[in-house]
């Protein structure tokens, strides 16, 4: 069996087996193009992500992933759920109770939450081209009417508030972003198009005072991002 999907919370889930497993979990949390549903998910359906998954499954790891609600920007029910698919895989599946994050734009909000409320679960994280802060995001977002308006009502589907309020919801939500964490943390930032730039910008910003110092690659060196990946997770799993 290559991959199992199933409902959680009218959520669908998808766990990727690899065929000689090691044991080690991976949970991957999309970015806001993501998607799973009852055959396939977004990661199965682009061509890079799905190279990653494959080499991901080489090297023996069990990756599982979710819905979360589409759109979730963080969202405390997206939180909750990742949470429940967690255990789910924990009780279900042979796989070490520490596992790795990998996380996409969007879904660094939710990652940023999970390291606060799973510190003991989680062996390391990284977070590709992530959005750390929504506050600072939306106000690179005013910038373009069309987008700004789109995420205004994506916010609050997601937020449960009127769009007349979302920005002072995200503004009493967001206090300092601490990425000090009990395990360790990688950033990966591809440097292409604008907001990109703008965004390695605002890390500088956000992570001045932690260790952390991103990595920037070019985007025709994406092919390499599966080999990074690997070896950053395998360097954190001598201690089981």
């Keep these: 069996m290559e991959n199992r999907n199933f409902l959680m919370d009218t959520q669908w889930n998808i766990i990727h087996y690899p065929?000689?497993?090691?044991?080690?979990?991976?949970?991957?949390?999309?970015d806001e193009r993501h998607f799973v549903d009852e055959n396939k998910c977004f990661w199965t359906q682009n061509e890079g992500k799905l190279a990653m998954i494959n080499e991901l499954k080489e090297k023996g790891y069990t990756i599982f992933s979710s819905n979360l609600y589409?759109?979730?920007?963080?969202?405390?029910?997206?939180?909750?759920?990742?949470?429940?698919?967690?255990?789910?895989?924990?009780?279900?599946?042979?796989?070490?109770?520490?596992?790795?994050?990998?996380?996409?734009?969007?879904?660094?909000?939710?990652?940023?939450?999970?390291?606060?409320?799973?510190k003991e679960s989680i062996r390391s994280i990284i977070l590709l081209n992530p959005i750390l802060s929504l506050k600072h995001h939306l106000e690179l977002e005013k910038e373009h009417k069309f987008f700004y308006k789109k995420l205004?009502?994506?916010?609050?589907?997601?937020?449960?508030?009127?769009q007349k309020e979302v920005e002072s919801k995200i503004n009493n939500l967001e206090g300092p972003i601490?990425?000090?964490?009990?395990?360790?943390?990688?950033?990966?930032?591809?440097?292409?198009?604008?907001?990109?730039?703008?965004?390695?910008?605002?890390?500088?910003?956000?992570?001045?005072?932690?260790?952390?110092?991103?990595?920037?690659?070019?985007?025709?060196?994406?092919?390499?991002?599966?080999?990074?990946?690997?070896?950053?997770f395998n360097s954190h799993e001598n201690v089981l």
């Design 19 to 30: 065929e000689k497993p090691t044991g080690f979990g991976i949970l991957i949390i999309g």
């Design 70 to 118: 589409g759109r979730n920007w963080g969202s405390e029910s997206a939180v909750e759920l990742a949470q429940r698919l967690y255990h789910h895989v924990i009780r279900n599946e042979i796989i070490n109770n520490k596992i790795h994050i990998l996380a996409e734009g969007m879904g660094a909000l939710v990652a940023l939450r999970l390291m606060e409320k799973m």
């Design 152 to 162: 205004m009502r994506e916010l609050a589907a997601a937020y449960h508030v009127d």
């Design 178 to 232: 601490h990425l000090e964490a009990n395990c360790p943390i990688k950033i990966i930032q591809v440097l292409s198009g604008g907001k990109s730039y703008s965004q390695s910008k605002l890390y500088q910003q956000i992570i001045s005072t932690s260790e952390i110092n991103p990595t920037f690659i070019l985007p025709e060196k994406k092919p390499q991002l599966g080999k990074i990946v690997i070896k950053f």
